[in-house]
């Protein structure tokens, strides 16, 4: 109940209360806001359980009757990593992977390290290798990442310790296209169907198992082969060295893709070279091969201006 003075009416306060009189009516109106306030809150409240009555939110399937608290509800929650190489043993530089040991001064390294360094800590020789860092261990087990190559197709997830090991295994590394001046990347899938789109006319078709001859110019140095049925591409290197052709053949595709046996003939004036050797996985045209992986043609079985081959690559 607010009291109003009008005029000269004498309120029972008398002139020189003013300022307890003015505290008052403050207060009054601070307690009729919180009454608003109130009221508000209870309004909303009635309008949420309305709500709920009407769309009443499912159980929780993780227990009997639904009520689980969201304590123990299982939750992932994104994290940036900045510096990916705290996760690897500082010694081998692999991903780390349990068990990982620490030793007294809480320097870590795998257990591989450990067997190595004959369980001597590097950074400041005190025993490592006897007890376990079972904090990092959690969150080696807790961190989930996608494959590199996303973006390419894959959308497989895996502890970040298993990262190396899937990186040998993935399809969808991504591989160059053979073809100078193009810098199409892809697949080894769908750079398969690029090349029969896009170079169609710039490759030779074969079938495996069966030989197909392959003509090089003076000056070229590379022919690109589709074998028809599995949509295998390879390439055919030809180097001109003093004592003749060095020839190699590679295969495109990722690190899991076998080595393919393959035999190369060369026929000069009624005689035959037969040269047999494997393949090379690479991941395009330019990718560098070991020096001693090569066949020697030798330059009395090749004219002055074209060098004539005959090949056969044999399944798996």
């Given at each position: 109940m607010v009291k109003i003075s009008v005029g000269g009416y004498d309120d029972g306060e008398g002139p020189s209360n003013r300022n307890q009189k003015r505290r008052r009516e403050e207060e009054e109106e601070e307690e009729e806001r919180n009454s608003r306030r109130s009221f508000e809150i209870v309004d909303r409240s009635i309008e949420l359980q309305e709500r709920e009555d009407h769309h009443p939110a499912p159980p929780n399937r993780g227990t009997p009757n639904g009520s689980a608290s969201n304590a123990t509800r299982v939750r992932s929650i994104p994290i940036f990593v900045s510096d990916p190489d705290v996760l690897d043993?500082?010694?081998?530089?692999?991903?780390?992977?349990?068990?990982?040991?620490?030793?007294?001064?809480?320097?870590?390294?795998?257990?591989?390290?450990?067997?190595?360094?004959?369980?001597?800590?590097?950074?400041?020789?005190?025993?490592?290798?006897?007890?376990?860092?079972?904090?990092?261990?959690?969150?080696?087990?807790s961190i989930k990442m996608s494959c590199p190559n996303a973006n390419y197709g894959c959308t497989e997830t895996f502890c970040y310790s298993k990262k190396n090991d899937h990186e040998k295994e993935c399809i969808y590394l991504p591989c160059l296209c053979p073809h100078t001046g193009c810098d199409f990347v892809a697949s080894s899938k769908e750079l398969f169907l690029h090349v029969s789109h896009r170079h169609v006319d710039s490759g030779t078709q074969f079938t495996y198992d069966k030989f197909f001859t392959v003509i090089f110019s003076a000056d070229q140095k590379?022919?690109?082969?589709?074998?028809?049925?599995?949509?295998?591409?390879?390439?055919?290197?030809?180097?001109?060295?003093?004592?003749?052709?060095?020839?190699?053949?590679?295969?495109?595709?990722?690190k899991s893709m076998g080595e393919f046996q393959y035999e190369v003939l060369a026929r000069f004036r009624g005689s035959t070279l037969i040269l047999q050797s494997f393949t090379k996985i690479i991941q395009g045209q330019y990718a560098d091969a070991p020096s001693n992986a090569f066949l020697l043609i030798p330059s009395g079985f090749f004219g002055p201006l074209q060098l004539k081959l005959d090949i056969r690559i044999k399944s798996h």
């Open positions: 043993c500082c010694i081998c530089y692999e991903p780390l992977s349990a068990p990982v040991f620490q030793c007294e001064n809480g320097h870590i390294a795998c257990s591989n390290c450990c067997v190595r360094l004959n369980n001597k800590c590097p950074m400041c020789l005190m025993p490592i290798g006897y007890n376990r860092c079972r904090a990092i261990e959690k969150v080696l087990e590379t022919i690109v082969l589709q074998e028809k049925n599995d949509s295998n591409l390879f390439i055919v290197h030809n180097n001109h060295e003093t004592l003749g052709h060095k020839v190699r053949i590679s295969c495109i595709g990722p």
